[in-house]
């Protein structure tokens, strides 16, 4: 787990070596090379469980079976270390216990430690980015400092600490719409609406909240009737467009028709990717 290309060329040798010794098989030779290929298979699945969506407890299942098969010692079980730290399928970053982490860290496991919180950030980012695509940046960013890491740019308590440092970040910007008074629905047609470029009083800021919360009321209330993405006439989609735009067409006078015709356009998408009608969204899911 020195980085990712490593992980990548074992599991590639592991997948070759079981391909090899499955092909000589019913072979009664193939039993002395058992041991070995187990041995392979067992770090190559748990390897795989610590990568982001990784089932660990399915996978240490399979491990588990496959040693019952293939080994004889007595006693001898692999077992899921307790993660004092993190949540299972590791997505709620808030229940981190950042000093827990840190003394596991200390310990020799420090690359397990380490792609156990990539796997969580991961998750987290995946859930992040989908209730709201302007956070797309922090995705970004994320896999730069992988990147770099990878590239032997950073060691590892540098990369450990620039992960702690990043779900700090990641910690603040599930707690903003909070701050700024707006539902995490609300603030995704909010920031839709005000990034990248515009620059707002706190007045028209005010405003343009007032419009987010009076759009997505108008439009549950009123127009996202069961399965209206799939109509096929286009009336229910364009009432749902012209909604959007007649609402938008009261921002503040620093949005140029320009801007203005850009903003409906990612609403719009945004609507019409999120939101499936009848109280069923990408919301109500999460």
């Not at 987290?124 to 922090?138: F, G, I, P, Q, S």
């Not at 700090?168 to 903003?176: A, G, T, V």
């Not at 109509?231 to 012209?242: G, N, S």
């Not at 945004?270 to 109280?279: A, L, P, Q, R, V």
């Amino acid at each position: 787990m020195v980085n990712d290309t490593a992980k990548k060329r074992f599991i590639n040798l592991s997948n070759t070596v079981n391909r090899i010794y499955k092909a000589i098989l019913p072979d009664p030779k193939g039993n002395e090379f058992v041991p070995v290929c187990a041995l392979f298979r067992a770090i190559q699945l748990k390897i795989e469980a610590l990568q982001p969506g990784g089932d660990v407890s399915e996978v240490m299942e399979k491990v588990e079976d496959l040693l019952d098969e293939s080994i004889t010692a007595k006693g001898y079980i692999i077992r899921e270390p307790v993660i004092p730290y993190v949540k299972k399928k590791m997505i709620d970053l808030s229940k981190i216990d950042f000093k827990a982490l840190k003394k596991e860290f200390a310990k020799e496991r420090r690359r397990m430690e380490i792609e156990k919180l990539r796997a969580a950030i991961n998750a987290a980012l995946e859930k992040m980015v989908r209730l709201n695509k302007t956070r797309v940046d922090y995705l970004e960013k994320f896999q730069q400092m992988i990147d770099e890491y990878n590239q032997g740019a950073a060691n590892l308590d540098e990369f450990f600490e620039r992960l702690l440092k990043f779900v700090n970040e990641l910690q603040e910007e599930e707690k903003r719409g909070g701050s700024e008074g707006l539902s995490e629905e609300e603030l995704a047609v909010f920031d839709l609406i005000t990034k990248p470029e515009m620059k707002l009083t706190k007045k028209e800021a005010g405003q343009v909240k007032s419009i987010a919360r009076e759009l997505l009321e108008t439009l549950k209330r009123e127009k996202l009737v069961l399965d209206w993405r799939k109509r096929k006439t286009q009336a229910t989609r364009a009432a749902v467009r012209v909604t959007v735009e007649d609402k938008l067409d009261e921002l503040p006078r620093v949005f140029t028709r320009e801007i203005y015709t850009q903003k409906c356009n990612a609403v719009y998408q945004h609507i019409f990717e999120s939101y499936y009608g009848e109280g069923r969204s990408v919301y109500a899911r999460v």
